[in-house]
Antibody
Framework: QVQLVQSGAEVKKPGASVKVSCKVS????????MHWVRQAPGKGLEWVGG????????VYAQKFQGRVTMTEDTSTDTAYMELSSLRSEDTAVYYC??????????????????WGQGTTVTVSS | DIQMTQSPSSVSASVGDRVTITCRAS??????LAWYQQKPGKAPKLLIY???NLLSGVPSRFSGSGSGTDFALTISSLQPEDFATYYC?????????FGQGTRLEIK
């Protein structure tokens, strides 16, 4: 069974960067398509970005282009999401989640079936 | 981008009631629509994939339907553990997008 364990809560000042980690167990990171979703306090879910297995590339929501970077360390099966130029509106719980997908005869995506526990990022001066 | 609009944003219902939540897409797509349940302080949980397929372990009182631009989640007989917030998500194409959520409250 895949399990995702995220790093702990962070408090950052406006303009700073934050890097959240997501440790995979039960599978290797290369077998998964990792995504990141955030949820501001009292708000809904917002997809930040993730790995597109069809095109073998990381894709980001337009809103975060230029500020977010998602990386993977396959030696430790850990995924990272770094968000820069933080502002108060970035205060949220950030989740990593594994995308369940199929690839025969063509790629199709079922949904995110395994989630991390969430990492609270607070941006405050 | 495909925009997803859920309705209602909140609904009050009683144990045993039947509830339907709808999700409308800004453009039509094939069946790659997922539904999630989220309880306070917890990560979302995938309930239904590909419009109408229940994940293993999800009670049969949950069902999904729809095609094109209109999709629905129905809970046939509400149980106390079903009171939560529900989200639809289109998994047809990137960027993925979620509906704004429907909060299901106890009447």
């Amino acid at each position: 069974q895949v399990q995702l364990v995220q790093s702990g809560a962070e408090v950052k000042k406006p303009g700073a960067s934050v890097k959240v980690s997501c440790k995979v167990s039960g599978y290797t990171l290369t077998e998964l398509s990792m995504h990141w979703v955030r949820q501001a306090p009292g708000k809904g879910l917002e997809w930040v970005g993730g790995f597109n297995p069809k095109d073998d590339e990381t894709v980001y929501a337009q809103k975060f282009q230029g500020r977010v970077t998602m990386t993977e360390d396959t030696s430790t099966d850990t995924a990272y999401m770094e968000l820069s130029s933080l502002r108060s509106e970035d205060t949220a719980v950030y989740y990593c989640a594994s995308l369940w997908f199929g690839e025969l005869p063509h790629y199709y995506y079922y949904g995110m079936d395994v989630w991390g526990q969430g990492t609270t990022v607070t941006v405050s001066s | 981008d495909i925009q997803m609009t859920q309705s209602p944003s909140s609904v009050s219902a009683s144990v045993g009631d039947r509830v339907t939540i709808t999700c409308r897409a800004s453009q039509g797509f094939s069946s790659w629509l997922a539904w999630y349940q989220q309880k306070p302080g917890k990560a979302p949980k995938l309930l239904i994939y590909a419009t109408s397929n229940l994940l293993s372990g999800v009670p049969s009182r949950f069902s999904g339907s729809g095609s094109g631009t209109d999709f629905a989640l129905t809970i046939s007989s509400l149980q106390p553990e079903d009171f939560a917030t529900y989200y639809c998500q289109q998994a047809n194409s990137f960027p993925f997008t979620f509906g704004q959520g429907t909060r299901l409250e106890i009447k």
